[in-house]
Structure formats: structure tokens, C-alpha cells
């Protein structure tokens, strides 16, 4: 035999069959009582199977020797409870072991030997006969009794240890092995030697296994061993478990791995040698190499680069994380254009691209001298408010030329989620930053002129109130550190000048309107209109449209045409329009002619844009009783409102009104009635007037689907009522506005300029205003009085006066 220790499973078996039968139940007589006893470490030997031992030490190996030859190989085997290395003694070593009978013994060199034999019965030490050189005890031998009949409960636990044991098998192939080796010993008659034989395969703590072998009672000893069987079981289970898990992830890395070859392997040979993932993030990196971000953003942006390197290239979130980052690198972190400082220039800019506007221009100026002293725009917001196409939005583009910053322009009408101000969170599918960070975005700076469109037409809706978020943004307090959702971290808007736009005010959220510089844009009379169409819509449309300057000219009297018959609006969007038009059809008349040059003049002007829309305002061509012209302010600039009222014979007089009235015009019509009522009532004027008590009497404001609201039309209604019950025709070149309370003193109404020049639109000539507007209108440009007679009326007797001139 060779000098290997033997671990061989078939010399085991040998032995076992060696020792099989020659001692398998021996009785108590046949045990030797005095025995050398070996210590063993590690676990106890349980009587029953068959296993080799290995011993170190000349004394042992001696003692052994002679135990074979002189006492039929039995020895005692006892758990040490010292270290291994340490040689025992007396006290270290368990006072209940295993009789041992050795069946052959190896020896290996003079210091160790291997023995091979198998477990036969527990023993107890009585004393101790010897101690040197190797320890000799009197033990009580204790085998196993023979054919005990279990009891149930006996049975039971046998039943539940060979239940749990087969669950093990399932779980552990290395143990089956074993438990195939030793099936053939288990005998449920002999539960004792059962329990032994399954004791001797546990790999349970030396202390548990110990407490095992010293279990006598047999009740005991089986729910010992069940519950260790079942801790065996548990930690086989947790096994397989961990093993099934690293092996799913190594198959998985293996695939991702292989995969992830097999891709750089094609794109190389695509020549786009670089992975993915590595050049994106290198090149995120190189973008925001320039950038002043403050140290928070740093530290975000750090930490999802580190995120963006674990990300699998393909898997969403590396997509969500990079586009992240790419929206910070884009973003002008402390990146400024210098503002210009000089306000000559700023003057120069304004004059070059507006004409007229004085008083806009002057304020605008005003403002941009205040900004260029205190060397910030924080806190200041500009609110541009007047009808379409005055030019609102090219004043503030005018702004930004001036100042020579960037400039940037949003709607907000109509947006109903504060989403779409202050972006959505990242978590969102499809997440984007909201329209303030694209801006900056867009502009590349971080003090843009930014210009919020139709601010009196923000909505709000269940999803959050865009108002409220606008109003964080336009908070000098608040917006130095702006928290987008998307971006999650705070920008500095505090340098961005907001310029807001709106057609009214009325509509526009109070807590905004108040923190906003509000400059009127009033709308333009025929004479503008035709200088802004002559100097700077023709030329820009010849332009466009790829005319020189000479090519298509239209005469000043054409252009005043157009705007009396085609353009009648407060600003000239609608004018330009109609010059494009015309430039169109020049551009046909010429390719066709062949003529090098087209005159468009008042005469042929109908041939490029048809037949009038508008005639005139006027609905009457002679003053009729019981018509009055009014002047209303609206969203579109000012208009002219006629007002009529009629009656019918009744014997039941009463009062009625319709056109879309507003709650307040209504009470006007109302107050209107009662006033002139009481005004004609009997007694009142000489002669009396009957008309009320005997006529159903109506007051309708045409145009009827056009809603309107106010209490400007009061005098209005009021003279209405009065010329229909008198008779007399009010003048037909006189048109008014002003509210009256019920004993007909006149009140001052809005929108004076408005209302003046649709008044010169509509071709009057005579004014009734309110004396308490008198300075409004002195204070009027020159060239917007021009031709207009005004009446003051503190009293409506004021107003019959000036309307039925004597
Ligand atoms: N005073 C002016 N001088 C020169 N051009 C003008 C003047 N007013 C308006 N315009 C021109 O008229 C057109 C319409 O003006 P703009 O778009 O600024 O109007 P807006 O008031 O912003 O209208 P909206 O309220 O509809 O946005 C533009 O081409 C603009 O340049």
C-alpha cells in the first residue's frame, strides 16, 4: 500500500465490510471495559459506520499497536476539547465516548498512523488507570439493546427524520452518496443504530454533536437529531438558493459579456473602434470642461457621471442620465454678454426701428438708463400693453439690440400646467426641462432678454397654476436661485430682464400685474399707420420677397387706402398682411408682363386687393332719433358702438335690452332708463313726455354676438333713450363715452387714446368725454387731437348740449 492517507470511499466500504457482522450488536460481556483511550477533535465518532482515523506520536502509535494485537483492535475514541495541537490530558478530554474497534491500521513514517475500523457502542468513564504514556480508563460500555419495538411517538420522529432526510438528498447530491452508503443499515427497528449511523453523516457544531452522542434516551436523542437535520436542511436550502443566484448572474454576465465582445468585435471592423458608452461620456465631459458651475451642480453632475459609467449603454436609464447631463452642459452656466452701456445707442437702435411711439420709446429709454446705472436689471419687468400688431413684440426685440443681449420669446397663453414653466420632474417619461431653462438653453446666456407673450392670457388648471410659478420666476427675491424640476438644481435667473406683453390688463393675475412696469402701446391713427407702411413694412416685405426697392412702389395715397378700406384695426399685423398681398400679385403682374417696374396707386389698388372690406364704420348715413355713437376699449384697441333704441305702442310699457350685454353694461342700460325716465317724466319739461308711459321700449347694442362690458356707455345709452322719446336726431359727427350715475353726473372712463383714435378711424370730428378726462386727452400727442372737437360733460344737461347743437 502506498504512504497516501487513505480517503478512499471503497477502502471505507472494505473495512466496513471487514468489521460487518463481527460486531455489529454486541452485548455488553463481549465489550472490554478497560480501553486506551485516543482523543479525536472536530466531531465525535458515532457507533455504526465505518471510517479511518489518523493519530500522531510515538506513545499513541505504540498503545494502538498493542490494542490490535491484545484486545481485539477496541480503543476508546474521545472528543478533546483543547487545541489540536496541545497533547491532552485526563481533564481535557469528554467523559463520554465511542468504543472504537480499529480493523487495520497504515502507518506513515514513525510519527503518524491511520487506522481504519468503525464506531461500536457509547461508553462512560468510571476512572481513570492510566495517564502516561497514553490514557488508560475503566468505562461502562452502553450498545446499543436489540430489537427495541418503538413506541409511536418513537415511530413518528423516525418517520419525520427519514422525511427530512430524503429532503436533504434532493437538495445535496454529495450527501446522497453517503446516504446511499449507509441506506442499507437503516433499519427502523433499530432506531438507536439508525439515529448513530445518520448522527455520523451531520455536519452540525462539535458542541451540538457531542450533546448527541452524550443523548442516552432514545425519546431524547431523536429530537435532537431532527433538529439538527432540520438546520442542516435550512442551510442546504439557503445553498442551493445562493448557488442558483450566482449562477444566474454569472450566465447572465457571461451572456453580456459575450455579447458586448461579439459588438466591439463588429464595430471595429465598422471602424467605429470606440465603445459607446466611453466616447458619449468623454465628450459630455469635454462640454462642460468650460463651465462655471456652482459647487452643488458640480457634485450632481459628478455623481451621475459615476451613475452613467455603471449604466449598460442600451438600458434606459443611461439614455435619462445622459440626456440629463447634456441638458446641464448646454445650459450657460456663468456665461454673459456684456451689456452695452451707451444710451445714445440704445436711442439710435429704437428710432431705427420704430417710427413714432414717442412716449414708448421715452419710457423704454428711461428704463434702459436705470438699468446701465445700477449695473443690474434685477427686480425690473417691463409689462408691453396695447392691441395686436402695435408693435409690442419688436419693441422688446428693440430692447435687446440695445442692450445688445440675446433675446427670446414665449407664449404663455393658454398653458395651463405649471409643467410647461417649470418642467417636469426626471422621473417622467419623456421628461424635459420647462420653458424658462430652454431658453437659456437656446440663448447661450444667462442674462437673455426674455419675453412672455400674452401674460393676460395664462391659464390654470388641475395640473398646478402656471401664474404662481411665473410669479417665482419673475421674484427678484426668489429667482436668483430658480429650481427647475427637471434640472433639480437652482439657476440664476436673477439676470435675465422679463418683458411681458398683454392685450389688456384687466385679465392679467393681480400679485403679477403688481410687480410689473406697465408701458402702453395705444394703437396707431391713419397717418402713422401710413408712414410705418411706407418706411418700414414695404421695404421689409419688398425684400423678402426678393424685390429691389424700385420695382413695386405703392403710393402714399394707395397705402391710405388700404388702411382706411382693408386695415381698419388698432395695430397694422392686418396692413402688412395686405402688403403682402399686393406684393404677390405685383410679383405675377410683372412675370407676366414683362414690365420692369408696377405703380401701385389709390386707383388701381382694387385690382391687387378686390372690393373694400370695410366702407365705413358708420351704419347710418343720417343722424336717426334714437341712435348714439359710442366709444368702447377693448382687447383690440378702441372701436366705435352704436347704440339704438326703439319703442313700440303698448298699454303695458317696459323696458328691455339685448347685444350680449355684461352684467354691468346691463345695470348701465338700466340706470340709463330710470335716469331719462324721471329726466322726461311728466311735469319735469315743459309740455311733459308721455313716451315711456305708453311705449314698450328697447335698447340694442349691435354688433349682437360681440360680447361687451363697462360702464363707458352710460351717456351713451342715456342720449339714445332720450333723442328716441323726444324725437330729435343726435348729430351725425359726434360720437362719446363716459358712465352715469342715476342723478346724471358724468364719470371718467379708461382708455382715452384708444378711444380717440378710432373716433379719427371712423372719420367724427366731435367728442363728448368726461370733464374728469379732460388732462387725458390735453395730454394727447398733437397729432391725435388734430381735427377733433371735444365736449366736456360733468353733467348729462353737458352732453344734450353738445349733441343737440341749437
Ligand atoms: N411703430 C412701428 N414702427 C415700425 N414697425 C412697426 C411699428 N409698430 C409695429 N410695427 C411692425 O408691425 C408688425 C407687427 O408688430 P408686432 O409683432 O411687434 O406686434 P405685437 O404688438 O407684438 O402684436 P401681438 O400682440 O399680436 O403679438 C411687425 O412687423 C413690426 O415690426
Known amino acids: 500500500m502506498s504512504d497516501e492517507l487513505i480517503t478512499d470511499q471503497h477502502i471505507i466500504e472494505e473495512v466496513m465490510a471487514e468489521t460487518e457482522g463481527k460486531s455489529l450488536q454486541p452485548t455488553e460481556t463481549f465489550l472490554p471495559q478497560h480501553l486506551t483511550i485516543l482523543p479525536i477533535q472536530q466531531r465525535p465518532v458515532f457507533p455504526g459506520l465505518g471510517m479511518p482515523l489518523a493519530f500522531k506520536g510515538k506513545a499513541l502509535i505504540n498503545a494502538i499497536k498493542k490494542a490490535v494485537e491484545e484486545q481485539d483492535g477496541y480503543v476508546g475514541l474521545s472528543l478533546s476539547a483543547g487545541p489540536a495541537a496541545k497533547e491532552p490530558g485526563d481533564e481535557d478530554l469528554s467523559e463520554i465516548g465511542t468504543i472504537f474497534q480499529i480493523a487495520r491500521i497504515q502507518q506513515h513514517g514513525p510519527e503518524l498512523i491511520q487506522v481504519m475500523g468503525r464506531g461500536i457502542a457509547r461508553f462512560t468513564k468510571k476512572r ?39 429532503s436533504l438528498l434532493q437538495l445535496n447530491p454529495l450527501f446522497k452518496e453517503q446516504v446511499n452508503l449507509v441506506a442499507s443499515q437503516l433499519n427502523y427497528d433499530a432506531p438507536g443504530h439508525t439515529m448513530d449511523v445518520i448522527s455520523n453523516l451531520l455536519s452540525s457544531e462539535t458542541d451540538a454533536l457531542q450533546e448527541l452522542l452524550e443523548t442516552f434516551g432514545l425519546h431524547e436523542r431523536a429530537q435532537l437529531l431532527l ?9 442546504a436550502q439557503i445553498q442551493k438558493r445562493i448557488n442558483q443566484q450566482i449562477e444566474e448572474k454569472v450566465n447572465k454576465q457571461q451572456k453580456e459579456f459575450f455579447l458586448r465582445e461579439q459588438l466591439k468585435a463588429i464595430k471595429k471592423e465598422l471602424g467605429l ?31 451621475e457621471f459615476e451613475k452613467l459609467r455603471t449604466l449598460n449603454v442600451q438600458s434606459p436609464d443611461f439614455n435619462v ?112 426641462p420647462g420653458k424658462l431653462i430652454q431658453a437659456l438653453k437656446r440663448t447661450g446666456a444667462s442674462n437673455p432678454v426674455i419675453m412672455l407673450d400674452e401674460i393676460d392670457k395664462i391659464g390654470s388648471s388641475f395640473q398646478g397654476d402656471p401664474a404662481s410659478a411665473l410669479l417665482e420666476v419673475l421674484d427678484p427675491e426668489q429667482n436668483g436661485s430658480f429650481v427647475d ?71 402714399e395715397k394707395a397705402l391710405e387706402k388700404m388702411v382706411n378700406d382693408y386695415a381698419r384695426e388698432a395695430g397694422v399685423r392686418n396692413l402688412e ?70 319703442g313700440i305702442p303698448s298699454a303695458s310699457p317696459g ?98 387714446k384708444e378711444k380717440a383714435i378710432a373716433a379719427r378711424r371712423a372719420g367724427i370730428h366731435h367728442l363728448i368725454l368726461p370733464e374728469d378726462n379732460r388732462r387725458d386727452f390735453e395730454e394727447l400727442p398733437a397729432h391725435i387731437q388734430e381735427g377733433i372737437a371735444v365736449h366736456y360733460a360733468d353733467y348729462f344737461e353737458d352732453v344734450l348740449k353738445a349733441a343737440f347743437p341749437a
Open 227 to 235: 433538529r439538527l437535520i432540520k438546520e442542516e436542511l435550512q442551510i
Open 273 to 303: 473602434e470606440k465603445e459607446e458608452g466611453e466616447s458619449e461620456i468623454e465628450k459630455l465631459q469635454k462640454r462642460l470642461e468650460g463651465k462655471h458651475l456652482p459647487e452643488e451642480a458640480r457634485k450632481t453632475v459628478e455623481e
Open 321 to 432: 442620465t445622459r440626456n440629463y447631463l447634456e441638458t446641464i452642459a448646454s445650459l450657460p452656466w456663468g456665461q454673459y454678454t456684456e451689456d452695452s452701456r451707451d444710451i445714445r445707442k440704445a436711442r439710435k437702435v429704437l428710432d431705427a426701428e420704430h417710427y413714432g411711439l414717442e412716449e414708448v420709446k421715452a419710457r423704454i429709454l428711461e428704463f434702459l438708463s436705470t438699468v446701465i446705472k445700477r449695473g443690474t436689471v434685477s427686480g425690473s419687468i417691463i409689462c408691453l400693453a396695447g392691441p395686436p400688431g402695435v408693435g409690442k413684440t419688436s419693441i422688446g426685440k428693440s430692447v435687446a439690440h440695445a442692450l445688445g443681449r440675446e433675446f427670446y420669446r414665449f407664449s404663455v397663453g393658454g398653458m395651463r400646467d405649471e409643467a410647461e414653466i417649470k418642467g417636469h420632474r426626471r422621473t417622467y417619461i419623456g421628461a424635459m
Open 128 to 166: 481513570a488507570i492510566l495517564v502516561k504514556p497514553v490514557l488508560r480508563w475503566e468505562v461502562t460500555p452502553y450498545p446499543e439493546p436489540e430489537n427495541v419495538k418503538p413506541d409511536q411517538d418513537l415511530k413518528a420522529y423516525m418517520m419525520a427524520i427519514s422525511g427530512e432526510i430524503k
Open 655 to 752: 323696458f328691455k335690452q339685448t347685444g350680449q350685454l355684461g352684467d354691468v353694461m346691463k345695470e348701465s342700460a338700466v340706470i340709463a332708463n330710470t335716469y331719462i325716465r324721471s329726466l322726461l317724466g311728466e311735469g319735469r319739461q315743459e309740455g311733459g313726455n308721455s313716451y315711456f308711459e305708453s311705449h314698450q321700449v328697447h335698447l340694442h347694442v349691435p354688433a349682437g354676438a360681440t360680447p361687451k362690458d363697462g360702464p363707458s356707455a352710460g351717456i351713451t345709452m342715456a342720449l339714445a333713450l332720450y333723442s328716441l322719446a323726444t324725437g330729435q336726431p343726435v348729430r351725425d359727427d359726434i360720437a362719446m363715452t363716459g358712465e352715469l350715475t342715476l342723478t346724471g353726473k358724468v364719470l371718467p372712463i379708461g382708455g382715452v
Open 577 to 646: 398682411q395686405q402688403i403682402k398681398k399686393v406684393i404677390r400679385k405685383a410679383a405675377l403682374q410683372l412675370a407676366e408682363s414683362g414690365q420692369a417696374a408696377l405703380k401701385v396707386t389709390k386707383r388701381n389698388l382694387e385690382e391687387f386687393l378686390g372690393k373694400p372690406v370695410f366702407r365705413s364704420e358708420r351704419l347710418y348715413n343720417k343722424a336717426t332719433p334714437g341712435v348714439a355713437l359710442g366709444l368702447a376699449y377693448t382687447a383690440m384697441g378702441g372701436a366705435t358702438l352704436y347704440i339704438e333704441a326703439n
Open 485 to 555: 424640476h427637471y434640472l433639480d438644481l437652482p439657476f440664476d435667473l436673477s439676470n435675465v430682464l422679463f418683458i411681458t406683453t398683454a392685450n389688456q390688463l384687466e385679465t392679467i393675475p393681480a400679485p403679477l400685474l403688481d410687480r410689473m412696469e406697465v408701458i402702453r402701446l395705444a394703437g396707431y391713427i391713419t397717418q402713422e399707420k401710413v408712414q410705418i407702411a411706407k418706411r418700414y413694412l414695404l421695404p421689409k416685405q419688398l425684400k423678402e420677397h426678393g424685390f429691389a426697392p424700385k420695382e413695386v412702389s405703392i403710393s
